[in-house]
């Protein structure tokens, strides 16, 4: 069965500093890795995504993720964090066929503190 | 593009009664559409997969008789809380699928049973 952790909980990071998420999945075949982030009372918005291709993946907000398909990762990174990046943020996995059923995986979640 | 929308936003019901939520893709045709449910800085639990014109899907261990969805055309998806009680208090979101295989997510329904 497919799995999604997400190790930390929380993390707190001063606000200019560098963020990375960890992301750890266990999947049968070749993963569509997601990356998504949920502000306080709000939906997903989608920060990234991976499916093939360059395992460097850019994605909004300044965000970046590198998929290690040895380690079975995909960590969310920031180079220098925002006030505004304060949130819940989400990895999850799914099934390469690229379709519109397509189930997805959630990990856990890690929250993001930033402080001034 | 690719806006969900979800109705309404937050909504206090008494237990015993039951309680409708609409998600609606705005910009796009969605055949599938998700449902969701979050209990507080917990993680999302996929409750059924909704496809247009056809019964929904639901995961193991949720009840489809208390938890009923309609995908009567290809911008709407409903699910009703049936016979509401206060321990299915939670924020539901729903999502619509795309052919790309990701999701875009609504904004959430609170909703609260007293």
């Known amino acids: 069965a497919q799995s999604v952790t997400q190790p930390d909980i929380h993390i707190t990071v001063s606000e200019g500093a560098s963020l990375e998420l960890r992301c750890n999945y266990s999947?049968?075949?070749?993963?569509?890795l997601f990356w998504y982030v949920q502000s306080p009372g709000q939906g997903l918005q989608l920060l990234l995504k991976?499916?093939?291709?360059?395992?460097l993946v850019q994605g909004i907000k300044g965000f970046e993720a590198e998929f290690k398909r040895s380690q079975s990762s995909f960590n969310l990174r920031k180079p220098s964090v925002h006030w505004s990046d304060a949130a819940e943020y989400f990895c999850a996995v799914g099934p390469s066929l690229k379709a519109a059923g397509n189930k997805l995986t959630f990990g856990g979640g890690t929250r993001v503190l930033v402080k001034p | 593009g690719a806006v969900v929308s979800q109705h309404p936003s937050w909504v206090i019901c008494k237990s015993g009664t039951s309680v409708k939520i609409e998600c609606r893709s705005l910009d796009f045709q969605a055949t599938t559409m998700f449902w969701y449910r979050q209990f507080p800085k917990q993680s999302l639990m996929l409750m059924a997969t909704?496809?247009?014109?056809?019964?929904?899907?639901?995961e193991q261990g949720v009840e489809k008789d208390k938890f009923l969805i309609n995908h009567a055309s290809l911008t709407l998806s409903t699910l009703t809380v049936t016979s509401a009680h206060p321990e299915d208090s939670s924020f539901y979101i729903c999502?619509?699928?795309?052919?790309?295989?990701?999701?875009?997510f609504g904004p959430g329904t609170r909703l609260t049973v007293t």
């Open positions: 999502s619509a699928g795309l052919a790309g295989g990701q999701q875009y």
């Open positions: 999947y049968g075949a070749t993963p569509y």
């Open positions: 991976y499916f093939s291709g360059d395992t």
């Open positions: 909704s496809n247009e014109g056809s019964k929904a899907t639901y």
